[in-house]
């Protein structure tokens, strides 16, 4: 079957520290790869996307992800957090049609 | 408007009541897509229109989902007699593009704040 999993429900990084979020998905076929982020009372933006081209994916907000095929993964980091990145993200994927398939979601908190 | 606008944004209904739950697409966008995402959970797909068609209903959980966006631009999703296992923020999101294009590299999906609906 044909899925996506988010490892951490909940991550805390102090201020200044790595940011790295894990998405680990499940295919059969090459996947479209997605990551979005959710701030409090707001609609999901999308942060960035891989389809294909180049395998490290640089997104808003200085994020970036990197495709690993021989992994089956599709990591989101950063390398140092801000208090505004505080918020839940989410890793999604499509299996060549228009549907999107999410993770679980990580909360990511920032420490001053 | 500028973004998917999505009404109510909070909604209470007591089992059994039918509710309806409206989305603005942004303008000209012809891709409209309904997600359920129940607390503590990733959004999950519901249903796909391309215009006035509804192309996917395959993630409607029951005979008591309805979809519709009958000119090609708002969308109501309705819900006949809820339940508590109903309870979930409903998602709406647009996009410009359709089919695979939304989701290859010029693609794009807009996400509304959704509707909060508690059955009680």
């Known amino acids: 079957a044909q899925s996506v999993t988010q490892l951490g429900s909940h991550v805390s990084v102090s201020e200044g520290a790595l940011v790295l979020l894990r998405c680990n998905y499940s295919?059969?076929?090459?996947?479209?790869l997605f990551w979005y982020v959710q701030y409090p009372n707001q609609g999901l933006q999308l942060l960035l996307k891989y389809t294909s081209a180049a395998t490290l994916v640089k997104g808003i907000n200085g994020f970036e992800a990197e495709f690993k095929k021989s992994e089956t993964s599709f990591h989101l980091t950063k390398p140092s957090a801000h208090m505004s990145d505080a918020a839940e993200y989410f890793c999604?994927?499509?299996?060549?049609?228009?549907?999107?398939?999410f993770g679980t979601g990580t909360r990511l908190t920032i420490i001053p | 408007g500028a973004g998917v606008s999505q009404s109510p944004r909070y909604k209470v209904a007591k089992r059994g009541q039918d509710v309806a739950l409206r989305c603005d697409p942004i303008?000209?966008?012809?891709?409209l897509f309904w997600y359920q995402q129940a607390l503590g959970q990733g959004p999950e797909f519901l249903t796909y229109f391309q215009n006035e068609a509804q192309l996917d209903k395959s993630g409607l959980p029951s005979d008591r989902f309805f979809a519709e966006r009958p000119e090609g631009s708002v969308s109501t999703l309705k819900i006949q007699r809820t339940q508590q296992e109903d309870s979930a923020v409903y998602l709406c999101?647009?996009?410009?593009?359709?089919?695979?294009?939304?989701?290859?590299?010029?693609?794009?999906?807009?996400f509304g704040e959704g509707s909060r609906l508690t059955v009680l």
């Open positions: 295919s059969s076929v090459p996947p479209y």
């Open positions: 999604a994927v499509a299996f060549g049609n228009e549907k999107l398939t």
């Open positions: 999101a647009s996009s410009s593009t359709s089919g695979q294009a939304i989701i290859t590299n010029t693609g794009e999906l807009f």
């Open positions: 303008s000209g966008h012809v891709s």
